[in-house]
């Protein structure tokens, strides 16, 4: 299984950005799709994750309002749209797959990783 994330950039504080995020490879039909972000010195973070068809989604605390994971199964894909950018959104940004079939905020249960993406905030 092979993700191949897009998207990442510079932006504006206030601004907008979406990522994608492709699956290839043998994914099989039943997989949880998250992203993650990572900035120097911390820990990765969860951020959001979709289920299967869509119909479930899960977000770190206060970015549901902001960010929306959305999938297109049709084409393997996962999105994360991000609005209202902050600084402290600044991170490089992951996908991942997990097949364990729920909606984990644990990065240990996802199996494969993208390459990540940058997103850069400026005040």
């Known amino acids: 299984v092979q993700l191949q994330a897009s998207g990442g950039g510079t932006v504006q504080a206030g601004g907008s950005l979406r990522l994608s995020c492709a699956a290839s490879?043998?994914?099989?039909?039943?997989?949880?799709m998250g992203w993650f972000r990572r900035t120097p010195g911390k820990e990765r973070e969860f951020v959001a994750a979709i289920s299967t068809r869509g119909s479930r989604t899960n977000y770190l605390g206060d970015l549901k309002g902001r960010f929306a994971i959305s999938r297109d199964t049709s084409k393997n894909t996962v999105y994360l749209q991000m609005n209202s950018l902050k600084p402290e959104d600044t991170a490089v940004y992951y996908c991942a797959l997990s097949l364990a079939g729920n909606l984990y905020r644990d990065s240990t249960y996802y199996n494969y990783w993208g390459q990540g993406t940058e997103v850069t905030v400026s005040s």
């Open positions: 490879g043998r994914t099989g039909t039943s997989y949880t």
